[in-house]
């Protein structure tokens, strides 16, 4: 990949066990909902990562579901294509040495 080019892909839940056990026995030993209205355990759902040609990884856009996440992948990407990389990365909060890097 060429300085200045991104690779957008996107991850699944990352799943913080900790929490999933911790909200699991919240309705058992007081407070909470019961386990099984909870979507997501984790503290972060699917995410769009865009990919610098240096390989590093930044986090652009996180959702609840595996498949928004993908739609998101998309418009992100289309987003990078068509605004230039300034204007991409001024919408998307992303530093633009992590472009050029």
Aim: proline share 6%; aromatic share 10%.
């Amino acid at each position: 990949m060429d300085p200045g080019q991104l690779r957008f892909e996107v991850t699944k839940s990352k799943i913080s066990w900790g929490t999933y056990f911790r909200d699991l026995m919240k309705p058992r030993f007081g407070g909470g909902v019961p386990a099984a209205t909870f979507e997501d355990y984790s503290g972060r759902g699917p995410s769009v990562i865009a990919e610098n040609a240096a390989g590093d990884k930044r986090v652009v856009a996180v959702t609840k579901k595996l498949q928004e996440a993908k739609d998101k992948a998309v418009v992100v990407e289309d987003d990078f294509r068509t605004l230039g990389a300034a204007a991409w990365c001024e919408r998307y909060d992303v530093p633009p040495s992590f472009v050029s890097g």
